[in-house]
């Protein structure tokens, strides 16, 4: 049994965008050009406070659109097999009556992330509260709420290329006083 070849996260992406991030990986010099970029991690920790952080982006953009019943960080997402974080729509009948679940789950990685990796992942599943597919109106959503959204995402994979060559995590959380 052969293994798997690892994620190439920039598929899609044009040469001239995708060799300096491979060489940049090559040099193991990735780490110090995201760093500078983005120097801190974001203080959202909790499943609470993430609930708060999407409904606050939510009712700034999309008041009108359904409530979310759940927002949560989910350490079963596996970013390294490309799940970033998921949206999901439930429809029950419960008495005679149809009830609606939205739930969006983000990856438990982004607890240790920068707070403009964090706001695109979660513009992006906000997004699918009012677009279902990936096309052109998704998108134009997502740089509605975030207009640096294509960059965002192009560092961010780029960041999985670092993580998924060395393993290193660049965002991790000082360790607490006396620990």
């Given at each position: ?15 001239t ?6 060489r940049?990986?090559?040099?193991d010099r990735?780490?110090?050009v995201?760093?500078q ?18 409904q606050?982006?939510?009712?700034e ?26 949206y999901?729509?439930?429809?029950r ?7 609606a ?13 920068p ?36 960059q ?28």
């Amino acid at each position: 049994m052969q293994p798997k070849p690892p994620v190439n996260y920039l598929a899609g992406y044009p040469p001239t965008l995708v060799e300096p991030v491979y060489r940049l990986v090559a040099e193991d010099r990735l780490a110090e050009v995201l760093l500078q970029r983005y120097p801190v991690p974001h203080t959202v920790r909790t499943d609470k406070a993430l609930y708060d952080y999407v409904q606050q982006i939510k009712g700034e953009y999309l008041r009108n659109v359904g409530l979310v019943s759940k927002v949560a960080f989910d350490s079963k997402l596996q970013v390294l097999r490309n799940a970033l974080g998921t949206y999901t729509n439930i429809a029950r009948v419960q008495g005679g009556k149809l009830k609606a679940k939205r739930e969006i789950r983000v990856a438990t990685v982004f607890r240790e992330m920068p707070p403009e990796f964090l706001r695109m992942i979660v513009v992006h599943e906000i997004a699918h509260l009012k677009e279902g597919n990936h096309d052109k109106a998704f998108y134009q959503l997502c740089r509605y709420m975030e207009p640096d959204y294509h960059q965002l995402e192009f560092d961010l994979r780029a960041y999985l290329c670092h993580l998924g060559a060395t393993g290193r995590v660049l965002w991790a959380s000082a360790p607490a006083p006396n620990s």
